[in-house]
């Protein structure tokens, strides 16, 4: 498959409304042991534009999940807030459809059952629920295997049907917390071009967080780079290149961008595995 989003496209994200603000969040959780606090998001403030794609990427620890449970509604900011079409979320909603890491699908159900189960807790009739999630296990590449049950299908294809499910409920914005990051090479950068793909069907406002820089510029219209603990936003990139057809890795501006957000992560790299040290050298 050949991902094409025009440069157009990239013109009218930056001039869409904002869908999603953060307005000085922060997050701090409490620690038992010793009845003091830990700050893992500190006064972060960034805008992502409706029908955009948003790349996170940060070190290790610096709060890149806790944000996204946050702008999901899973959790409340301690500080600041958290808007979505300039209405502050005040927990979870339709409207933001959320794809983790682990696959969370029922074992017991089928692919098709699977991608059902928000619908039904939506209480869309049986065969309406039927052909939309038929329709979404064809646009993630998955028509065939409707029947098959978890245990059935590769890492890859349960990724696909976790993706399917956020998608049938038809949710305004998609939020993503290092879905590819147990597959296998191979698997992940196909399922990154799927994933474009989708994103440009259904212009869909995407969140992306990654640990991967590769895939933060391969996959974002731009990249959002935290600092270390507690999580910032350093720096927000535009990435753009002139066509992207073909083999997108190979073209030196991918090069000099994956260089660029290198380097702003490079001293935060190293700052939160000096907090890791330090925690080791407090618990030994």
Known sequence: MTVNVAEHNLAEASAAPVKIGLRGVGKVFPVRESGRTFAALQEVDLDVRAGEFLALVGPSGCGKSTLLDLVAGLATPTTGQILIDDRPIDGPGTDRGVVFQQYALFPWRTALANVEFGLEAKGVPR??????????????????????????????????????????????????????????????????????????????????????????????????????????????????????????????????????????????????????????????
């Open 127 to 284: 065969r309406e629920r039927t052909e939309r999630a038929r329709h979404h296990l064809d646009l993630v590449g998955l028509a065939g295997f409707e029947h098959r049950y978890p245990h059935e299908l590769s890492g890859g294809m349960r990724q696909r049907v976790a993706i399917a499910r956020s998608l049938a409920c038809d949710p305004e914005v998609l939020l993503m917390d290092e879905p590819f990051a147990a597959l296998d090479a191979q698997t992940r950068e196909s399922l990154q071009e799927e994933l474009l793909h989708i994103w440009q069907k259904t212009g869909k406002t995407v969140v992306f967080i990654t640990h991967g820089i590769d895939e933060a510029v391969y996959l974002g219209q731009r990249v959002a780079v935290m600092t270390s603990r507690p999580g910032r936003v350093k720096h927000v990139l535009d990435v753009r290149f002139d066509s992207r057809e073909g083999d997108l890795r190979a073209d030196p501006a991918f090069g000099e961008y994956r260089h660029h957000v290198w380097t702003l992560l490079r001293d935060e790299v190293a700052a939160a595995r000096e907090q890791e040290h330090e925690q080791e050298r407090a618990h030994g």
